[in-house]
Every structure is written in C-alpha cells, then in structure tokens.
C-alpha cells in the first residue's frame, strides 16, 4: 500500500510559499530539472532521492510537492538533533541580534572559546586535559588532511596505514585511505606511502575466519607487519581507523580488536587517529566510539554533528604531538562563529539530555525491528551497527555462498529497497561493498513512535522490492 507519510496534505502550499519569494513553480520536477541542467555530473544523492526539500522540522522533511518523509540520512548523521531544533535556533539568531562576528579567520571570540569548552567537556577526561584542538576548513575531509600533516610533522615519517573500506572524504590525502577503489580510479597522483589493513567484517571477514578467532588472526597480522623489517613498509607516521566504518557499511570495530590495535600501536609510537566525523557525539550509543573499548587515542577528527547542522570541523590531538610551526594548517572559514554557536548548543543539549544514551537504546529498538524483518526475508543478509548508525547488506539468496557462508551482495535490491521506502514517506542511504547495505542514521532525538514506524516502513519496502508487491 502507499504509505500515507508521503500523501501531500496540501499540495499546492510548497509552490505557493516558492512562488512569494520569486521561484515561481517549485515543484519537484520543476526543481529537479533545473538541478540536473546546472549541477555537475558529479551530484549523488538526487540520483536515488528524486525530491527538493522545501522544509524541514525534527526528523520530518517536506518536499516541493508538500510530501513528508522520514529522514535518517540526516545530512549523513550531521543533524544529530534533527532538523531546525529550537536550541540550535536560539543560539544562531542570538548571534545576530548581537551583532557578533560571524567571520573570524582563527581570532579567538567568545563564541569560539564557548565552543571549545563545550567540545573539551564531551571529551573524556584522560584525552581532553592535555589535548590540543586545530580548527579546520568546513569539511569534514579537511580536518583529516590536517590530522595526517599532524602526524608527519610530529613523527618525521611518511607512510600512512589505513584500512580496507575505510572513508575519510574526497581531498587528496583523505582520498588516498579510502577503501573504495572507483572514486580512486581516475585520479593520478594521490598520496604516496598509503597501505590499507584488513578490518574486522564479522559477515564477510578478509582472511575467511569469522568472530573473535579472526579478529585475533587481522590484529597479529598488524602486529607481525609493523615488526617484520621486509614488510616493505616504512616506519609510519600514524594509522587512521573508523571504529564504526559508515560510507563502508556500518561496520562496527570489535572492541578487544580495538584495545588490541591500540596496544601495537602505542607500544610501537606509532600515532592512532580516530575518525570520528560520523560516528562522533553520541551517534554510537557512547558520545565517541572510542569510548565502548575504553581507549584513549592520539588524534581524534570531528566534523558533522560538532557543527550543529552547520560547516565545522576540527582535529583534537594529545599535546606531544603540536610540532606544528605557525601555519602549518589553515583554512579561510575556520573562523565559522554561527557554526560554533550551533554546534556548542548541539554539545551542550547532547550532554544535558544523555542523547549517547538515549541512541543506544533508540537503536536497539530500531535493530531489533530491522532483525525481525530479516527473519522473514532470505534476502537480508546481515543487520549490523552500533547506537543509531546501522546498517542491512542485502544478499543474493539463490546464489552460492562464500566459505564463511556469506551469499554475494545484491547491491541492485538494495537500490530497490531504498526506492520503495522513499515511496513509502522513508528517506535512507546505501551503502558498503557493491552498494548493497541500506543504511540508517536518524536523528538522536528519533522518538520510539518514530522507530516503530520507520521499522514498519522499512519492512513494507523489503516486501515490496523482494517479492515485487506493493505490500
């Protein structure tokens, strides 16, 4: 059936509102049409989300046409708080009444120093008392270009290891540690001295040893390849690592073999970066992933949710580390002020509400309705994730499966799953190898009302897209 989220209640009042600030028909076609005609071929996500967002509340988006969706694509986790929140609000519209900077290159304001308050008090107590924080351009990317420069400068050494289906953004250096090998393919030059490590996949794993036996089996191999003098690898500077990987598939870091990776590396100098621009401020069911290993790393990069919705990114690092000579990092809009009033509102209202808590057990409710749908869909290979960043990799159940028992991805049925739930008023992303894992990342104020909801939706599209009924 059609889902009755996506029924326009008033169809006309998009174009209406459009038409009294001069868009004249802003209907979705209309838009998208435009769109197409004047951005670049590089855009992705109108390809799979045929819509133009003309408002926005919470978890609720409404489109040109007037239809309301669910959204748990949430800028790609960005909006921890969901759309427009009246904290964040208040803090950007008290900026401007106040006639405060909203430029400031790095000057320092009161604003920023709020900011870095507010962020250092998230931090656990053993990290942030001796840490240092280096602002950075907007994008999330840049703050780990800044993180690997951090690491050559401190260490002296130029190699850099990263992990098969990591990713870390689209400049060069961030480029260079991903995992996916077609967005590498056409660019020559990306950074030399990258090596890419076996990470834990428990559903497919790299050396066909699943659960603890192999994770073991990836966390002697890093050990035994930063001590063997012909691994032909040189000294590195730093390892970058998600513990959740995202863009990779929501696939969560046993924490053992995250202890582990932390122990080789801090025995052996080698600095640990953790990228946490997804998974940071309570996305995971802890205010950081590292936290679920109770490990304290070198290098921390923050993006996304820090900024309230806004561009900010930063890199927060162990002081030893600040080798750096004056400029050695810059960016023009690392001064963002209404970012840092957004985002120190966002910190602020995740620590007084406990929203690490609340993901955690958001999250194992939306698991468990994902799980129960899996139960009734041979389709659904794997359920996997951590707080409210989960993800489902659908299969081919009629094919042969691996050694491990893992069927091929089915990244087609994933397309069409995630097709079927945007007709159904349901806005999620895919993801993972071959595209094949529907990916989940609402807002941490997602009510158990919602996640009901957002389950049942979810299973009408799995129904409809496996079995070609409009359930």
Request: charged residues 25%.
């Amino acid at each position: 059936m059609q889902h009755e989220r996506t029924k326009a209640s008033n169809g006309s009042a998009s174009a209406d509102r459009a038409a009294a600030h001069g868009y004249g028909d802003a209907s979705n076609a209309r838009l998208l049409r435009q769109q197409a005609a004047r951005e670049s071929n590089a855009r992705t996500y109108p390809r799979n989300l045929p819509f133009a967002i003309s408002r926005a509340r919470g978890i609720e988006v409404e489109d040109a046409d007037g239809n309301v969706y669910y959204d748990c694509l949430a800028g790609a986790g960005t909006l921890a708080l969901g759309h427009n929140h009246p904290a964040v609000e208040a803090e950007m519209r008290r900026l401007l009444d106040e006639d405060r900077p909203l430029h400031t290159l790095d000057v320092t304001t009161p604003e920023k120093e709020a900011f870095v308050d507010a962020l250092f008090d998230s931090l656990p107590t053993e990290f942030a008392e001796s840490a240092k924080v280096q602002f950075c351009s907007p994008a999330g990317t840049d703050a780990v270009e800044a993180a690997l420069k951090l690491v050559k400068t401190a260490t002296g050494n130029r190699s850099v290891l990263g992990f098969q289906g990591g990713y870390h953004g689209m400049t060069n250096g961030a480029l260079s540690l991903m995992g996916d090998t077609d967005a590498k393919e056409p660019i020559a030059g990306l950074m030399p001295g990258v090596h890419h490590l076996p990470y834990p996949y428990d559903y497919r794993p790299p050396f066909g040893i699943g659960g603890e036996e192999g994770h073991r089996a990836i966390s002697r191999y890093v050990e035994h390849l930063l001590d063997d003098p012909e691994s032909g690898i040189t000294s590195p500077a730093g390892v970058v690592v998600e513990l959740v990987q995202g863009e990779g598939g929501a696939i969560p870091a046993p924490d053992e073999w995250t202890r582990e990776i932390r122990r080789i590396t801090r025995q052996r100098d080698v600095p640990l970066v953790v990228d946490e621009i997804q998974t940071g401020l309570g996305r995971t069911g802890e205010l950081y992933a590292f936290e679920h290993a109770g490990i304290v790393p070198d290098a921390v990069t923050l993006s996304k949710a820090i900024g309230g919705g806004l561009p900010l990114s930063v890199v927060v690092y162990r002081e030893e580390l600040d080798e750096w000579e004056p400029g050695a990092h810059a960016g023009t809009f690392r001064g963002n002020q209404l970012a840092m009033a957004a985002g120190r509102a966002t910190i602020e209202y995740v620590l007084e509400n406990d929203l690490d808590e609340r993901a955690a057990e958001m999250g194992e409710r939306l698991r468990g309705r994902l799980e129960r749908t899996a139960e009734s869909f041979d389709a659904v290979g794997d359920v996997r994730g951590r707080g409210l960043m989960l993800g489902v990799e659908f299969v081919d159940p009629d094919a042969e499966p691996d050694a491990v028992g893992a069927q091929p991805a089915d990244g087609d049925l994933a397309d069409a799953v995630q097709s079927a739930c945007f007709d159904r008023g349901l806005v999620v992303e895919t993801g993972g190898r071959h595209g094949a894992t529907v990916r989940f990342l609402p807002p941490l104020v997602v009510t158990a009302e919602q996640v009901d909801e957002i389950g049942e939706i979810f299973r009408e599209a799995v129904a409809a897209a496996v079995e070609g009924v409009d359930a």
